[in-house]
């Protein structure tokens, strides 16, 4: 399906987005982009839909032919204190308050958004698959925060951080159940399955 390039007439609408929500360890990441009216891209879609050489590759496209684009990471003792939700709205706040200058709209992907000075907002679910600059946000998102990822797997390599990117696969669980937490992982969430136990 050929997304649309935005949901107002607004020249300067904002897209935002996040990545890392279900995560078990690591940052949760959002994205916020301003298109120029005329872009068009027929590869981009929903981050989660492409291989990471596609994304990489847009990354660097959105980059370069964006308005403006940013990103924010909020870390887990945020993510512990607030609590996943509020994280991921608190990321997408960052994002939108780095870009160079103010969006006159944000489209926000998901349901649930809390407004952002006075700037008008509309929530769009999968708004990723939908529109241009949602999508847009959602590979600044997930590419930045990949890269973060990488860069502490290098630290702590037994959870391969670097293939699961902090969610929770068999292999991370058992990683947990082994070696125990680092300060990248999320003490709020159930980081082990039921049957098995963890002393914090």
């Not at 390039?5 to 990545?19: I, R």
Request: aromatic share 10%; net charge neutral; hydrophobic share 35%.
């Amino acid at each position: 399906m050929k997304l649309l390039q935005k949901l107002t007439n607004c020249e300067f609408e904002c897209g935002t987005d996040e990545a890392g929500r279900g995560c078990l360890a690591g940052p949760v990441t959002a994205g916020a982009v301003i298109l120029p009216l005329d872009f068009s891209n027929d590869l981009l879609t929903d981050s989660k839909q492409l291989s990471e050489l596609k994304r990489n590759t847009l990354k660097t496209l959105i980059e370069s032919q964006s308005v403006t684009y940013s990103f924010c990471h909020v870390f887990p003792e945020d993510i512990d204190e607030i609590n996943i939700l509020n994280a991921s709205i608190l990321a997408m706040h960052g994002a939108i308050e780095s870009l160079k200058m103010s969006p006159e709209f944000i489209s926000v992907d998901g349901n649930k958004f809390k407004p952002y000075k006075d700037i008008p907002h509309q929530t769009v679910v999968k708004g990723d698959g939908k529109y241009l600059n949602i999508a847009a946000a959602s590979i600044i998102a997930k590419t930045y925060r990949d890269n973060y990822m990488y860069e502490i797997h290098e630290e702590f390599p037994m959870y391969n951080w670097k293939q699961n990117k902090g969610y929770p696969t068999k292999e991370h669980r058992e990683a947990i159940k082994k070696y125990g937490i680092t300060k990248y992982h999320r003490k709020s969430f159930r980081l082990l399955d039921e049957q098995l136990k963890l002393d914090f």
